[in-house]
T-cell receptor, first 114, second 118 residues
Framework: SQTIHQWPATLVQPVGSPLSLECTVE??????LYWYRQAAGRGLQLLFY??????ISSEVPQNLSASRPQDRQFILSSKKLLLSDSGFYLC?????????????FGEGSWLTVV | AQTVTQSQPEMSVQEAETVTLSCTYD???????LFWYKQPPSRQMILVIR??????QNATENRFSVNFQKAAKSFSLKISDSQLGDAAMYFC???????????????FGKGTHLIIQP
């Protein structure tokens, strides 16, 4: 069966420091991958999506970037964090077959920028 | 652009009772998918139920069922025999069937906080 994992689960970083959140998917190949952010008390906002290695589309201009160095690996990065980057980040992947239009989420990563 | 509206910021129900969460959406498309996701205190987003717009039959998953009214653009979630573990934020979400081979993401509502009273 397919699973998705992301880490770290919790991160506290000072303003101006770099960021790297990692996500991997198991049990499938060539998945569509997504990064979402959920600010406190708000819904989900799509940040990036990827349909293949090295292919990244950005939905919202911001301080963050994404990369996909391997088929089942998706990384969210920042060179210098801002206070406004704080939030809950979710990696997700697109199901296959009958669930081809369903998006499944990882456990999430809490980022607090101080 | 599509929009999803959840008009109930918070709902409360007694354990073992039935509760209905409302969701309306706006779209000009005829083919799409609708979802309910549950986000418990752990914050993981969990798929509850999925509905294809071309299917007239309402989806059901154990104690969870939907009332899909395509003409009214309404997609409510009914939870029967509510349990303490159902306490969570519930998000309604829309996804176009013509989403570029899966490249695009979802449009979410702002969520409904469901409280289960023991």
């Amino acid at each position: 069966s397919q699973t998705i994992h992301q880490w770290p689960a919790t991160l506290v970083q000072p303003v101006g420091s770099p960021l790297s959140l990692e996500c991997t998917v198991e049990g499938t190949s060539n998945p569509n991958l997504y990064w979402y952010r959920q600010a406190a008390g708000r819904g989900l906002q799509l940040l990036f999506y990827s349909v293949g290695i090295g292919q990244i589309s950005s939905e919202v201009p911001q301080n963050l970037s994404a990369s996909r160095p391997q088929d089942r690996q998706f990384i969210l990065s920042s060179k210098k964090l801002l206070l406004s980057d704080s939030g809950f980040y979710l990696c997700a992947w697109n199901g296959r077959g009958k669930a081809g239009n369903t998006i499944y989420f990882g456990e999430g990563s809490w980022l607090t920028v101080v | 652009a599509q929009t999803v509206t959840q008009s109930q910021p918070e709902m409360s129900v007694q354990e073992a009772e039935t509760v209905t969460l409302s969701c309306t959406y706006d779209t000009s498309e005829s083919d799409y998918y609708l979802f309910w996701y549950k986000q418990p205190p752990s914050r993981q987003m969990i798929l509850v139920i999925r509905q294809e717009a071309y299917k007239q039959q309402n989806a059901t998953e154990n104690r969870f069922s939907v009332n899909f009214q395509k003409a009214a653009k309404s997609f409510s979630l009914k939870i029967s025999d509510s349990q303490l573990g159902d306490a969570a934020m519930y998000f309604c979400a829309y996804r176009s069937a013509d989403s570029g081979g899966g490249a695009d993401g979802l449009t979410f509502g702002k969520g409904t906080h469901l409280i289960i009273q023991p």
